[in-house]
Nanobody, 121 residues
Framework: QVQLVESGGGLVQAGGSLRLSCAGSGRTFSSYAMGWFRQAPGKEREFVAAISWSGGIPYYADSVKGRFTISRDNAKNTVYLQMNSLKPEDTAVYYC??????????????WGQGTQVTVSS
């Protein structure tokens, strides 16, 4: 079982950047596919990005493709989400998620507590 703790959220102006981090507990972090989801007020939680357990084959929601980059450092048990060219519609609580195995499921088994990202216009 893995425990996830996000950090790096905050308030930023439109066009700015933020980097989110998600630290995972345990010695088997490299056995987990990792990803990010987000939930805006009044909306359902949606997929943002994911990366395989080895760090290859990242994939993204169309709404963030070309602006966001997911990466991981298994030596540090951490996954990152670099967010550039932020838009007000990116405002949401961002959640880190994990599944054991090479690929993240549509409904991951493990979740962090979330970190707020607010983009002002």
């Amino acid at each position: 079982q893995v425990q996830l703790v996000e950090s790096g959220g905050g308030l930023v102006q439109a066009g700015g950047s933020l980097r989110l981090s998600c630290a995972g507990s345990g010695r088997t972090f490299s056995s987990y596919a990792m990803g990010w989801f987000r939930q805006a007020p009044g909306k359902e939680r949606e997929f943002v990005a994911a990366i395989s357990w080895s760090g290859g084959i990242p994939y993204y929601a169309d709404s963030v493709k070309g602006r966001f980059t997911i990466s991981r450092d298994n030596a540090k048990n951490t996954v990152y989400l670099q967010m550039n060219s932020l838009k007000p519609e990116d405002t949401a609580v961002y959640y880190c998620a994990a599944d054991i195995g090479p690929r993240l499921k549509r409904r991951p088994d493990y979740w962090g507590q979330g970190t707020q990202v607010t983009v002002s216009s």
